[in-house]
């Protein structure tokens, strides 16, 4: 636990403690009364409550439209059925820059509505449900429908035989068991909404402010380390209290029902309804997940002259672009592979020694520690960057203008999906097998080596395209410390929605493009990798 411990300490307890510190303190003495000051501000108020009412309305959005989705993919058997489940998912990994520039081509000015039918969403609270409900569907299908497919249908049957009708034998016997699947879904798509960043910040407009944007917004644009240090512990609090209750809910999945293989519970849709609600769940993800995307490769290709590649080629020109960039900005894609591939090897090393050693202990000390590696999936990313900022700035760790900033702010993001992704392999590993390598005279590392590491390979390499997807998207702390020579590619969309003009419009949707098909690539290759069901995503 040392080497994941110190990690979490320097890079992400230090940073987000400083920049908290130096907003509460004067003169070197706690201000504890600025909270109280800060919280009592009508537009802070107004922040608070539609952060909290519109994750709420986007998380019961999302169950309502992805829990038939779930028991679609769940039960059903069809033709392209593991092509559609990895269609589903790309949403999840794409980076939230990239699902509000979709939704922004579809709903905003100019966009495909608009031209069709004079209808504008962007700068409404629609734009804004319907872009979280898009990017989190896939959480409540691969959750909720991953235990879903492992119930046994047996034991609703014997309920149907003894009298039960179908939706009294649905409601006692395989809602109960589904219970804490679609408790810790609500839980993960409120904190993704809570903390939305990227997509408020581009179709929410001036009017629409969460706790992430309101932190940005007075840390960047105001200055105001005060307002903005009191909105960090409160955020941090809310998301502290999430994970509690998600932790909760997961050790109560994982005891809900014995479970049997997917394979014996899947069959053909038999019957109207059956065929009925598999074609409105298809439906559902061509609406929802195909069109927004498909509305997005579109108007990277419609130039003025007609559809083409002039906005693909005026990446390569710093000039084209309005002196938005100082190189071109083609150069950000290989920015961002770059950055992303450290990112990825830093949090395959933390997640790993993390995931052992949650593997090898048990105790508070050890559960506490499980819980702080996923605090960095809720705590504002902004804040984290800007702490870096203030605090890696001196000797021994004058790291401000070193690029190695940037994947380390990224493999904070990174971690979480490897611990999870690999913890449930690393503990399905038969303690006698160590042991007999042991007794054969093999070293631990050996035993590892040979033991281990054939063993969870596979869940290895998933997390690792995990960490990478995440990594190659992350915006919130990267905005802060990419350096304008270095742009990575959110950096460089949302810079480019930042000015007017066609042709920078047109070149953010090529680059978000470009993004959306490495995330989509890396995802698929995922799904060929994985041929089971091995951890939490």
Same mark, same amino acid.
């Given at each position: 636990m040392a080497v994941p411990v110190a990690f979490f300490a320097l890079f992400f307890a230090y940073p987000v403690v400083a920049i908290v510190g130096r907003g509460l303190k004067a003169d070197g003495v706690w201000q504890f009364g600025r909270i109280g000051?800060?919280?009592?501000?009508?537009?802070?108020?107004?922040?608070?409550?539609?952060?909290?009412?519109?994750?709420?309305?986007?998380?019961?959005?999302?169950?309502?439209?992805?829990?038939?989705?779930?028991?679609?993919?769940?039960?059903?058997?069809?033709?392209?059925?593991?092509?559609?489940?990895a269609v589903v998912t790309v949403p999840f990994v794409l980076p939230t820059v990239v699902v509000g520039t979709a939704f922004l081509a579809l709903l905003g000015r100019g966009g495909f509505l608009d031209e069709l039918w004079g209808v504008r969403l962007d700068t409404t609270v629609w734009a804004i449900l319907l872009a979280h409900v898009f990017f989190n569907y896939a959480v409540v299908v691969r959750t909720v429908g991953g235990l879903w497919s492992q119930l046994d249908p047996r034991q609703e049957e014997a309920a149907r035989v003894l009298g039960a009708g179908r939706l009294a034998a649905w409601r006692r016997v395989t809602l109960p068991a589904l219970a804490p699947a679609v408790g810790a879904a609500a839980l993960m798509v409120f904190l993704f909404t809570f903390t939305s960043f990227g997509v408020v910040q581009i179709l929410g407009g001036p009017a629409y402010s969460t706790l992430?944007?309101?932190?940005?917004?007075q840390t960047a644009q105001l200055l105001d380390l005060p307002t903005a240090a009191v909105l960090t512990l409160v955020q941090f609090a809310a998301v502290g209290g999430i994970l509690a209750v998600h932790a909760w809910t997961v050790r109560r999945r994982e005891t809900a029902l014995k479970l049997v293989d997917p394979a014996q519970t899947s069959r053909r849709p038999r019957g109207a309804g059956q065929r009925a609600l598999l074609g409105g769940v298809l439906l559902t993800v061509a609406l929802l997940i195909v069109v927004p995307l498909g509305v997005l490769v579109e108007r990277s290709l419609d130039t003025s002259g007609g559809y083409g590649f002039g906005f693909y080629r005026a990446l390569q020109s710093a000039d084209a672009s309005g002196s938005t960039f100082l190189v071109p900005p083609l150069e950000a894609i290989g920015n961002s592979l770059q950055y992303a591939l450290v990112a990825t090897l830093i949090a395959l090393v933390i997640g790993g020694l993390a995931a052992a050693a949650l593997t090898r202990r048990a105790g508070p000390l050890v559960r506490g520690f499980d819980a702080l590696l996923m605090l960095p999936l809720g705590v504002s990313a902004v804040t984290v960057g800007f702490g870096f900022l203030i605090t890696l700035d001196e000797p021994p760790l004058d790291l401000r203008t070193s690029w190695i900033l940037v994947p380390l702010a990224q493999a904070l993001?990174?971690?979480? #999906?490897?611990? @999870?992704?690999?913890? /449930?392999? %690393?503990?399905?590993?038969?303690? !006698? =097998?160590?042991?007999?390598?042991?007794? +054969?005279?093999?070293?631990?590392?050996r035993a590892w080596r040979e033991?281990?590491?054939?063993?969870?390979?596979?869940?290895?390499?998933?997390?690792?395209?995990?960490?990478?997807?995440?990594?190659?998207?992350?915006?919130?702390?990267?905005? #802060?410390?990419? @350096?304008?020579?270095? /742009?990575? %590619?959110?950096?460089?969309?949302? !810079? =480019?929605?930042?000015?007017?003009?066609? +042709?920078?419009?047109?070149?953010?949707?090529?680059?978000?493009?470009?993004?959306?098909?490495?995330?989509?690539?890396?995802?698929?290759?995922?799904?060929?990798?994985?041929?089971?069901?091995?951890?939490?995503?």
């Amino acid at each position: 636990m040392a080497v994941p411990v110190a990690f979490f300490a320097l890079f992400f307890a230090y940073p987000v403690v400083a920049i908290v510190g130096r907003g509460l303190k004067a003169d070197g003495v706690w201000q504890f009364g600025r909270i109280g000051e800060v919280l009592s501000r009508p537009d802070i108020a107004d922040v608070l409550w539609f952060t909290t009412w519109q994750a709420l309305a986007s998380t019961v959005l999302t169950l309502l439209i992805a829990l038939p989705g779930a028991y679609v993919f769940a039960r059903f058997d069809f033709p392209g059925k593991q092509l559609l489940r990895a269609v589903v998912t790309v949403p999840f990994v794409l980076p939230t820059v990239v699902v509000g520039t979709a939704f922004l081509a579809l709903l905003g000015r100019g966009g495909f509505l608009d031209e069709l039918w004079g209808v504008r969403l962007d700068t409404t609270v629609w734009a804004i449900l319907l872009a979280h409900v898009f990017f989190n569907y896939a959480v409540v299908v691969r959750t909720v429908g991953g235990l879903w497919s492992q119930l046994d249908p047996r034991q609703e049957e014997a309920a149907r035989v003894l009298g039960a009708g179908r939706l009294a034998a649905w409601r006692r016997v395989t809602l109960p068991a589904l219970a804490p699947a679609v408790g810790a879904a609500a839980l993960m798509v409120f904190l993704f909404t809570f903390t939305s960043f990227g997509v408020v910040q581009i179709l929410g407009g001036p009017a629409y402010s969460t706790l992430e944007v309101e932190i940005y917004r007075q840390t960047a644009q105001l200055l105001d380390l005060p307002t903005a240090a009191v909105l960090t512990l409160v955020q941090f609090a809310a998301v502290g209290g999430i994970l509690a209750v998600h932790a909760w809910t997961v050790r109560r999945r994982e005891t809900a029902l014995k479970l049997v293989d997917p394979a014996q519970t899947s069959r053909r849709p038999r019957g109207a309804g059956q065929r009925a609600l598999l074609g409105g769940v298809l439906l559902t993800v061509a609406l929802l997940i195909v069109v927004p995307l498909g509305v997005l490769v579109e108007r990277s290709l419609d130039t003025s002259g007609g559809y083409g590649f002039g906005f693909y080629r005026a990446l390569q020109s710093a000039d084209a672009s309005g002196s938005t960039f100082l190189v071109p900005p083609l150069e950000a894609i290989g920015n961002s592979l770059q950055y992303a591939l450290v990112a990825t090897l830093i949090a395959l090393v933390i997640g790993g020694l993390a995931a052992a050693a949650l593997t090898r202990r048990a105790g508070p000390l050890v559960r506490g520690f499980d819980a702080l590696l996923m605090l960095p999936l809720g705590v504002s990313a902004v804040t984290v960057g800007f702490g870096f900022l203030i605090t890696l700035d001196e000797p021994p760790l004058d790291l401000r203008t070193s690029w190695i900033l940037v994947p380390l702010a990224q493999a904070l993001v990174g971690v979480p #999906f490897v611990v @999870r992704t690999m913890l /449930p392999v %690393l503990r399905a590993v038969d303690d !006698r =097998l160590r042991e007999a390598a042991a007794v +054969l005279g093999a070293s631990p590392l050996r035993a590892w080596r040979e033991v281990d590491l054939p063993l969870v390979r596979r869940a290895l390499l998933v997390a690792a395209g995990f960490a990478f997807a995440v990594s190659l998207g992350e915006f919130g702390a990267t905005v #802060f410390i990419a @350096r304008p020579d270095n /742009p990575t %590619l959110p950096v460089a969309v949302a !810079r =480019l929605l930042g000015r007017s003009g066609e +042709l920078n419009y047109g070149q953010a949707m090529a680059l978000s493009t470009i993004l959306m098909l490495v995330c989509a690539v890396s995802l698929l290759l995922l799904e060929r990798i994985r041929t089971d069901r091995s951890g939490e995503f």
